[in-house]
DNA sequence: CTGTTAGCGCTTTCAC
DNA sequence: GTGAAAGCGCTAACAG
């Protein structure tokens, strides 16, 4: 009834446990016919490696483990997508755990991996996060994202403060004067990084400065959206500190009779798939999150295979958020309506993907 | 310089392994001193027991693997998060494995998983990978999704069927009758499902048919729109296998010049979030992805719980996706742009999250 | 080339 | 209440 063993494989095939192990991993000298009474073994008992015991005995899992704060949104499902399609390439397996809002989760999470992956890449977009990772992992290698530019541990970070300034720069460029910042959660290291870039490019052009606070959700940005646009003296752009929040500030601007963008330009950050389909395209500065995640996963599996070498990869790699023009700062750019799809379609990417 | 075992922490306690293990699972009788020298024991040593030591050792693993083709789009996303929570909620871990385009891979993808989990999800939109997974997985208890109806194995099923004529006698209630389908692709059994439907509807009420060919992609759903547009006896209605391949209809129709809904009203399927975001809102059958995610994986936990129970629970859920009205089918339930938000507000729920 | 054996780190009877 | 010892299933020396 219960799942053969090795042991039932070498009894049948009538060798020794280590021939079968030779044969199973390929590694040793073996008889081609020692092998075939192996194979042959296997397949009448349907015997299949018990991985958890393999892992054990070579202590090594070739599995990752991957700490997310939350796993909401397009954000984390492109990252995620990027991190598996490099870990199938590279013969891992992928162990997600997500919603840990405070260190105390977190921490809890990374302790349960001791034991069950090789590495582990930590999401902590929160300060106190950083730390506990380097702390709770032990001699675990560990890959940090999104966390502030850490020194003298694996890490990649975006660059948050020189896109926002690029972001800012370009509304400027366009026009405007009164910018507005949606800012994102306080706390958040990338949120904040934005915030400073906004507050020092607007300072760099003499102009004066109006911050409403948000969330990094739709919903947020939407309230956020409503508040600029019942302003006094209205705002004729807006920077937000993510596309969620772009877009929902997007719509209630809208709602409110606000033209996008010949009232009011808007400008997120991120390049989730969803930035390209409003209405209208929204500008933004584009990750491509996927390749970050594929590129965390590498590193990261490069780290566990030289654990211990001397010339410890403990670079900080910097990734550049690019300017990616769309109607929502520039009406020249025209979304695929009604129009030519040429200008459109090298700014709006279709995601592709078989799902249900 | 390696991480503290168990024997340490037992040595510098000066008590056995067995006490340390007691102490540590809470099972068992122990003195309250003893206790107190371990648990300084184990915060000098900053001790965490080995997962997959343990595993091997009670051969539970507190983890569930799930097996997907692929992992793009919002639609897998959203199941994950469902099930990451469900997991959280019950202590068990999550490993991912997707990109199982054909058996072969998936079947590799599911041997690879024994000794390292508990049970195993297993998305098999294709024939074969359904009773794949039966056999693959010997004694794991696995629990089928969006395979066909498989009879005598836990699953949980999409009425896809119901859905399509659904969405078909919504076009037709609303004055439509030339109703063109977008496929998905053959050999997917919810595509297969969706057209029979459609079909079936069709035949119902007397009305030919026209079936354009899909791939569940935007980009499929794209070309598809362009044939469409160009067709001598344009459709006045189209339904999509998915909201994927609708909004690329719509996106298509519409740079065509075909205005939406005035000329062709689209339905799409799944209700992702970017249904009700898109201009106009997609009229489609939602189903509360997240939501089935959760329920899935709890199931599994059951059945990994009363494993080897003779009530077994064999059952296989049906999930009845609902209409939901958006613009893309109907003016009158306008999309929140220079109008009250009041009625599109129901159909169009912002999905939360921090992302940044 | 093959078999024997000693662990990997932990849990768990079973005596004491 | 506590400890000694026997595994969980597999790999990896080390002899033959």
Avoid at 32 to 39: C, E, F, G, P, S
Wanted: with cysteine; glycine share 10%.
């Amino acid at each position: 009834m219960k799942p053969a063993t090795i042991r039932d494989v070498a009894r049948r095939a009538d060798v020794s446990v280590a021939s079968v192990s030779r044969v199973l991993t390929g590694a040793g000298p073996v008889t081609d016919a020692t092998r075939k009474r192996v194979m042959e073994a296997v397949e009448a008992l349907q015997y299949v490696p018990h991985s958890g015991a393999r892992s054990l005995s070579t202590s090594k899992t070739s599995t990752v483990g991957v700490i997310l704060p939350d796993l909401y949104g397009e954000y984390f499902s492109e990252l995620i997508r990027g991190m598996d399609l490099a870990a199938r390439a590279l013969g891992y397996h992928l162990i997600v755990s997500s919603s840990h809002d405070d260190a105390e989760e977190a921490s809890a999470a990374i302790r349960s991996m001791r034991g069950r992956v090789d590495g582990l890449i930590v999401l902590s977009p929160h300060l106190g996060a950083a730390n506990l990772a380097g702390s709770l992992a032990g001699r675990l290698p560990v890959l940090l994202m999104n966390a502030g530019a850490d020194a003298g541990r694996p890490s990649i970070v975006v660059d948050n403060h020189g896109g926002a300034v690029a972001a800012v720069e370009h509304l400027i460029a366009t026009g405007r004067r009164r910018i507005a910042h949606i800012a994102g959660p306080t706390g958040n290291l990338e949120a904040e990084a934005r915030l400073a870039g906004y507050l020092e490019a607007m300072a760099a052009a003499g102009l004066p400065t109006t911050v409403v606070d948000g969330a990094f959700t739709k919903a947020s940005g939407h309230e956020a959206g409503v508040q600029l646009a019942a302003m006094a003296t209205r705002p004729d752009g807006v920077f937000a500190a993510n596309d969620n929040m772009a877009i929902g500030a997007m719509l209630a601007l809208q709602e409110a009779g606000v033209r996008v963008p010949e009232d009011l330009a808007v400008v997120g950050f991120d390049d989730v798939p969803l930035a390209g389909l409003v209405h209208p395209g929204l500008t933004t500065l584009r990750i491509n999150i996927a390749e970050m995640g594929r590129s965390a996963l590498e590193r990261l599996v490069k780290l566990i295979q030289s654990a211990g070498a001397a010339d410890a990869d403990a670079a900080c790699e910097v990734v550049r958020p690019q300017l990616v023009v769309r109607p929502s700062t520039n009406p020249a750019t025209q979304n695929p309506t009604r129009a030519s799809r040429a200008s459109a379609a090298a700014a709006v990417p279709l995601p592709e993907g078989e799902n249900p």
